[in-house]
C-alpha cells in the first residue's frame, strides 16, 4: 500500500514521547488483553478534528444544525481530546479495542487512509536525532539507526509485532498487528507507513519514502515495509 505524498500536511508534531515504562506491553496474540499508547488516539482524533475544522461559515448557514454535524466543533469529541491528552501526558496506554472503535469512525470517510498515514507522522513525537548527527551519519547508517528507532517506536505505542528483516538498511516486519485486527481492509496500517516516513526523515534529512509492500490483510502472511526503491 503506498502512502499519499500529504507530508506537507503533517508539520505538527505535538504528542510527547510514549514514556519508557511502555515497553511492558501485553502479550502479541489476544486482543481482549492487549493494550496502545493513549497517544494513538489522540492523533487519530486529533487529524480528524483538524481537518474538519470549518474554514468559514456561510451566511445562509444554519449553525443549530451544521455546527453538531462537523467533527471539529463536537464536544464530545473535544472532551475526548482532552481525555486523551492527559492519558498521553502520563504515558497510560488504552485498550486495543478502544482504538479499533476509531479505526470505524475513520474508515467511514473517504480521506480515511490519509487520516491514518498522518495520523501515524505525528505519532513520531517530539524526538529528533539533532542536526549533529544527520549531518555526520552516511545516509545508509542514517536509515539503519532511524529504522531501530521506527521499530522501538512502534512497538511502544502499538504493543508489540514489530521486527527487523535481515539484509537490508530499511525493512520491518509485523504479525497480528491491531492495525489489521481492527480494519481488514488494511487501511489503518498506513499509521505505521507515516511514523516509518517521518522518523526516516528526521534522520536523514531527507523525504525518504516507505512502501507497504506486503499485508495481511491481502492474504499474505505478514505485514512488512521497505523502503521505496
Keep these: 500500500m503506498n502512502a499519499p505524498d500529504v507530508r506537507a500536511a503533517s508539520t505538527e508534531k505535538t504528542l510527547p514521547l510514549v514514556d519508557a515504562t511502555e515497553a511492558r506491553v501485553s502479550p502479541a496474540h489476544g486482543g481482549q488483553t492487549r493494550r496502545v499508547s493513549s497517544a494513538v488516539a489522540l492523533a487519530l482524533l486529533e487529524i480528524l478534528r483538524a481537518r474538519d475544522l470549518p474554514e468559514e461559515v456561510f451566511a445562509e448557514e444554519d449553525l443549530t444544525e451544521t455546527m453538531p454535524r462537523r467533527l471539529g466543533l463536537n464536544d464530545v469529541v473535544d ?19 478502544e482504538v479499533q472503535d476509531l479505526f470505524q469512525l475513520v474508515l ?3 480521506d480515511a487512509h490519509d487520516i491514518f498515514y498522518l495520523a501515524g507522522r505525528r505519532l513520531a513525537g517530539r524526538y529528533s536525532p ?3 548527527l544527520v549531518r555526520a551519519l552516511p545516509k545508509r547508517a542514517a536509515v539503519v539507526v532511524g529504522g531501530r528507532r521506527a521499530r522501538v517506536r512502534a512497538s511502544r505505542l502499538f504493543g508489540g509485532g514489530a521486527t527487523s528483516l535481515g539484509g537490508e538498511p530499511f525493512a520491518v516486519v509485523g504479525r497480528d498487528l ?7 481492509s ?5 499509521l505505521y507507513t507515516g511514523l516509518f516516513d517521518e522518523i ?25 515495509w521497505r523502503l521505496s526503491e
Excluded at 475526548?80 to 479495542?97: D, H, N, S
Excluded at 488494511?186 to 498506513?190: E, K, Y
Excluded at 523525504?207 to 491481502?218: A, F, G, Y
Aim: hydrophobic share 25%.
Design 79 to 97: 472532551a475526548q481530546i482532552r481525555r486523551y491528552r492527559a492519558e498521553a501526558r502520563r504515558g497510560r496506554r488504552v485498550p486495543a479495542a
Design 200 to 224: 526516516l526523515e528526521r534522520h536523514t534529512g531527507e523525504p525518504l519514502r516507505v512502501i507497504h509492500r506486503e499485508c495481511e490483510s491481502r492474504g499474505q502472511p505478514r505485514c512488512v
Design 178 to 184: 491491531i492495525t489489521v485486527r481492527g480494519d481488514p
Design 130 to 132: 539533532g542536526s549533529r
Design 108 to 110: 467511514r470517510r473517504p
Design 186 to 190: 488494511g487501511a489503518a496500517c498506513a
